[in-house]
């Protein structure tokens, strides 16, 4: 192929510079509930970027299901939960029902 002909540049895009330093300055730290299965592809995550992720005091996963995080700031405290809801049917009903009693707690 002729660089010359399509007028390719050798020199890196300036976008991709400024991509690598958002990731270099926004990197996230990330807090996983897996399941205790062999299914490698079970489980929720939550994704933190880097002022927040200094406030996490409490992680609560269950059963790959559920992952609750607790950050507490200056007289305030936010829960963020992640929970993966199974389909309805009388298969997934012990599921629902333990997700419903580890949410009301």
Not at 47 to 62: E, F, G, M, S, Y
Not at 65 to 87: A, G, N, V
Not at 88 to 99: E, Q, R
Request: glycine share 4%; net charge positive.
């Amino acid at each position: 192929m002729d660089n010359k002909k399509h007028n390719f540049s050798p020199h890196p895009s300036p976008l991709i510079k400024f991509g690598q330093l958002m990731l270099m300055v926004y990197v996230p730290q990330s807090y996983w509930a897996c399941s205790s299965s062999s299914r490698p592809h079970d489980g929720v995550g939550i994704l933190l970027r880097n002022p927040l992720h200094k406030h996490v005091q409490t992680i609560d996963p269950w059963k790959g299901r559920l992952l609750k995080l607790d950050l507490f700031f200056h007289q305030t405290k936010i829960s963020i939960i992640s929970l993966y809801y199974p389909p309805s049917g009388y298969v997934h009903y012990n599921i629902f029902a333990n997700l419903l009693a580890k949410l009301t707690f």
